[in-house]
């Protein structure tokens, strides 16, 4: 009698469980405030008043009031070099900044100073993109290949130190495969999971389970085969449900085959076919709090959204950005072109 009271109530609560009904979205207004002399490409949102960003030209700044103020400053390296910064992250109210190219310098950036945690000195070497996992003591960054094998950087000390990792210990890459520096979304964090999505010669998702010490890697029909197609971002609902968006960065108004969906981790991805979808995207994001449903990409061809997954899609602006990315469902910052911009859905 009791087990049958139990199952009643759990039907009963099940019943009462209201479906998330996604939302139409025809077209969006987004705040624009101006950056001078850098693009940006990286973005670290902290809520709805407060956005940190690294761009070209060695500038970091952030915003603590929604917008109305802007402290930037240049960082130099030995008094010359400007690093050009494509790769954010944050932990315990530090900032971490990756530039790319020759040298590859990573900056932990406080209150009180800049330091200088990780440098790299190589003809080849060049960082794309970098996060932290939810622990916040682990974190990871990627680049493109020195040797036969993805540039891969670890931190287990909540970005104290950080160490590249032996190509022994990774899988191997292929001659004209690389990772783009598009958006700072090539890379997915989830719990101790992590997705790394690649480009050029293949188009190619590789997924460690256990912080980056051992790795799977799966195919995908993304469109690949030289330089500039592949994929540019990667995002997951879910450790089951993920997207994958990017292209080809030399044609960008063809939607050949640059977008796919998974509902397996990653172990097999699916081509979105319908020809109306947008065309090259450097980011696509999940909407939080949405079960996967609602989703929005951009690109220097504009801004798309899909309240299916990502089956389906329609322009609602044509503004170019790089990157977006989310505090909650009402909320998200954008990142451009000597731009930041703020979005607000209803």
């Known amino acids: 009698m009791r087990g049958l009271l139990i199952l009643f109530c759990l039907m009963l609560i099940l019943g009462c469980t209201k479906k998330y009904e996604p939302r139409i979205i025809d077209n969006i207004e987004i705040q624009e405030f101006k950056i001078d002399s850098t693009s940006i490409r990286a973005i670290k949102v902290v809520d709805e008043q407060t956005v940190y960003f690294a761009g070209a030209n060695g500038i970091i700044g952030y915003t603590k009031d929604g917008g109305n103020s802007w402290n930037t400053k240049q960082i130099t390296y030995k008094d010359s070099i400007k690093p050009h910064f494509r790769s954010i992250a944050m932990q315990n109210n530090t900032i971490f900044a990756l530039s790319i190219a020759n040298p590859a310098l990573l ?6 100073d800049t330091t200088i945690v ?41 970005g104290e130190t950080w160490k590249k990792v032996s ?12 990772f783009f520096a598009a958006s700072n979304t090539n890379i997915k964090t989830l719990g101790s999971s992590v997705w790394i999505a690649s480009g050029g010669k293949r188009a190619r998702v590789f997924r460690s389970d256990n912080y980056g010490k051992t790795w799977k890697v799966f195919e995908t029909p993304m469109i690949q085969g030289n330089g500039p197609q592949g994929i540019y971002s990667i995002d997951v609902a879910n450790f089951k449900r993920g997207i994958i968006m990017g292209g080809d960065f030399s044609k960008p108004n063809k939607n050949k085959a640059n977008k796919a969906i998974t509902t397996n981790g990653g172990k097999t991805w699916s081509i979105v076919a319908d020809k109306q979808n947008p ?3 450097s980011c696509v994001q999940y909407v939080p709090e949405t079960t996967g449903k609602e989703v929005f990409a951009v690109g220097k061809t504009g801004v798309s959204f899909s309240n299916d997954g990502g089956q389906n899609w329609k322009e609602v602006s044509k503004e170019a950005y790089y990157a977006i990315q989310f505090v909650d469902k009402y909320t998200a910052w954008l990142a451009g072109d000597k731009k930041i911009g703020k979005l607000i859905l209803k």
């Open 279 to 281: 065309s090259y995207k």
């Open 167 to 178: 190509c022994d210990k990774l899988p191997k890459i292929t001659e004209g495969e690389a």
């Open 107 to 112: 900056y932990k950036i406080t209150d009180k």
């Open 118 to 158: 990780y440098k790299e000195e190589h003809p080849k070497v060049f960082y794309d993109a970098m996060q932290f996992f939810d622990d916040g003591e682990h974190g990871i960054a990627v680049g493109d290949p020195t040797e036969d094998c993805m540039s891969l950087l670890l931190t287990n000390d909540f």
